[in-house]
C-alpha cells in the first residue's frame, strides 16, 4: 500500500511564497514518477510540475513555470513544490501523485496514487 501525505498549505498574499511537501510511504520511490497538480472549484484538475526519480528529469506547466520549483529529499521519500510569485489563480486544493513510469508525466492518467490535497488560498 502505498500512502501519500500533503502538508504545507495555507493562506498567503499575492507575490507571497509557499512550500508543499509530499510525504510517501509504503515503497521505495526510487524508480517512480512524482507530480503535482491542482485543482480549483468547477475546473479540470490541472498538471503543476512532475519529477522522474530516474534522472532526475523535471516538467513544469506552463501557468507555472519560473514561479514553481520542484524537488526531492530522497533520504525522507519527500517530494517538495515552491511556489513563489503566487498569484490569486494559483488558489485551489494540490495534489500529490506517484506514478510507476519513470519519468515526469504531465498526463493525471498515468498516476496511480494520490494524496489528499491540501489547500492553498492567495489573496489579492
Known amino acids: 500500500q502505498v500512502q501519500l501525505v500533503e502538508s504545507g498549505g495555507g493562506s498567503v498574499q499575492a507575490g507571497g511564497s509557499l512550500r508543499l511537501s509530499c510525504a510517501a510511504s509504503?515503497?521505495?520511490?526510487?524508480?517512480?514518477?512524482m507530480g503535482w497538480f491542482r485543482q480549483a472549484p468547477g475546473k479540470e484538475r490541472e498538471f503543476v510540475a512532475a519529477?522522474?526519480?530516474?534522472?532526475?528529469?523535471?516538467s513544469y506547466g506552463d501557468s507555472v513555470k519560473g514561479r514553481f520549483t520542484i524537488s526531492t529529499d530522497n533520504a525522507k521519500n519527500t517530494v517538495y513544490l515552491q511556489m513563489n510569485g503566487l498569484k490569486p489563480e494559483d488558489t485551489a486544493v494540490y495534489y500529490c501523485?506517484?506514478?510507476?513510469?519513470?519519468?515526469?508525466?504531465?498526463?493525471?492518467?498515468?498516476?496511480?496514487?494520490w494524496g489528499q490535497g491540501t489547500q492553498v488560498t492567495v489573496s489579492s
Open positions: 519529477f522522474s526519480w530516474s534522472g532526475g528529469s523535471t
Open positions: 501523485a506517484a506514478t510507476y513510469l519513470g519519468r515526469a508525466s504531465r498526463e493525471r492518467y498515468d498516476y496511480a496514487y
Open positions: 509504503g515503497r521505495t520511490f526510487s524508480s517512480y514518477g
